[in-house]
């Protein structure tokens, strides 16, 4: 195991990010400067999934300040880097611009498809309510999205493809997860720096059977594909561990590490 030192919940960069860059290449100046002595171990991921306000450009430019900064004091450790749109592997291929630097990591969040992964979550919009979701699809007898959903567009068409296509093209199969991983690949093959999957998961409002096949899936491809792996644990919904009585989910633990 390793120990990962990120900045997470930056709100007011995301929001405002003329107005907080100085103060965060500020604040990693600090941290670097604490931890340099620290052994390789010690990994700085240098923020949790930049969004909001932080545009491609925007980001590009914090970043490569703030590595030029970091690596006054510490010059060979591993940074971790994101692209913007909440760590897409989409922005990881496409749009994450980097100086040239062999210890670096490029990180993406996986949890596509997300109507099937965030599916009934509380903390998500209307979009994400409908529960019953499978993996892969299509489902025994078609669902129909929640009347919260179904006003939104983009979840009409991805339910019609769910309900009608065979399981190698469904948009809750094999080919969404591959698709999102291959997009990662396509970093690593451009750069030639390591890929580190960062965050994972799976709601508890999925069924177990098809969470678990979910689970197993991403984490035997990312690793197929060389990636470093952590699944996202969030002690609720999301967990694979539970902390109150020192107990894993078996059916996740089995996925994530059998």
Same mark, same amino acid.
């Given at each position: 195991?390793?120990?990962?030192?990120?900045?997470?919940?930056?709100? !007011?960069?995301?929001?405002?990010? &003329?107005?907080?860059?100085?103060?965060?290449?500020?604040?990693?100046?600090?941290?670097?400067?604490? /931890?340099?002595? #620290?052994?390789?171990?010690?990994?700085?991921?240098?923020?949790?999934?930049?969004?909001? =306000?932080?545009?491609? @450009? $925007?980001?590009?430019?914090?970043?490569?300040?703030?590595?030029?900064? $970091?690596?006054?004091? =510490?010059?060979?450790?591993?940074?971790?880097?994101?692209?913007?749109?909440?760590?897409? %592997?989409?922005?990881?291929?496409?749009?994450?611009?980097?100086?040239? @630097?062999?210890?670096?990591?490029?990180?993406?969040?996986?949890?596509?498809?997300?109507?099937?992964?965030?599916?009934?979550?509380?903390?998500?919009?209307? !979009?994400?309510?409908?529960?019953?979701?499978?993996?892969?699809?299509?489902? %025994?007898?078609?669902?129909?999205?929640?009347?919260?959903?179904?006003?939104?567009?983009? $979840?009409?068409?991805?339910?019609?493809? /769910? =309900?009608?296509?065979?399981?190698? #093209?469904?948009?809750?199969?094999?080919?969404?997860?591959?698709?999102?991983?291959?997009?990662?690949?396509?970093?690593?093959?451009?750069?030639?720096?390591?890929? /580190?999957?960062?965050?994972?998961?799976?709601? &508890?409002?999925? &069924?177990?059977?098809?969470? !678990?096949?979910?689970?197993?899936?991403?984490?035997?491809?990312? !690793? #197929?594909?060389?990636?470093?792996?952590?699944?996202?644990?969030?002690?609720?919904?999301?967990?694979? /561990?539970?902390?109150?009585?020192?107990?894993?989910?078996?059916?996740?633990?089995?996925?994530?590490?059998?």
């Amino acid at each position: 195991l390793s120990v990962i030192v990120d900045l997470h919940h930056y709100k !007011e960069l995301m929001d405002r990010p &003329d107005d907080h860059h100085e103060r965060f290449v500020a604040i990693w100046r600090q941290i670097a400067e604490r /931890y340099k002595d #620290r052994p390789n171990g010690v990994l700085f991921e240098l923020l949790n999934e930049p969004n909001g =306000n932080l545009t491609a @450009d $925007v980001w590009n430019d914090i970043l490569a300040e703030t590595i030029q900064v $970091v690596r006054a004091s =510490n010059p060979t450790r591993w940074i971790v880097v994101e692209g913007v749109f909440w760590a897409s %592997a989409h922005n990881l291929r496409h749009t994450l611009k980097l100086p040239q @630097d062999p210890n670096l990591v490029g990180s993406f969040h996986m949890y596509q498809p997300i109507l099937f992964t965030h599916q009934g979550a509380s903390f998500m919009p209307a !979009e994400y309510q409908t529960t019953g979701v499978v993996f892969p699809g299509p489902p %025994a007898s078609p669902l129909a999205p929640a009347p919260s959903a179904a006003a939104t567009e983009w $979840v009409r068409s991805w339910f019609k493809r /769910y =309900n009608e296509l065979p399981a190698d #093209r469904n948009p809750s199969g094999p080919s969404t997860i591959a698709e999102e991983l291959d997009m990662a690949q396509a970093f690593a093959d451009r750069t030639h720096l390591p890929v /580190y999957l960062g965050e994972f998961g799976c709601i &508890d409002r999925a &069924d177990a059977g098809s969470r !678990e096949r979910w689970v197993r899936m991403t984490r035997t491809e990312a !690793e #197929r594909r060389g990636f470093g792996w952590a699944y996202w644990d969030d002690g609720g919904a999301f967990k694979v /561990y539970s902390r109150a009585d020192r107990s894993w989910v078996p059916y996740l633990k089995a996925a994530l590490l059998e």
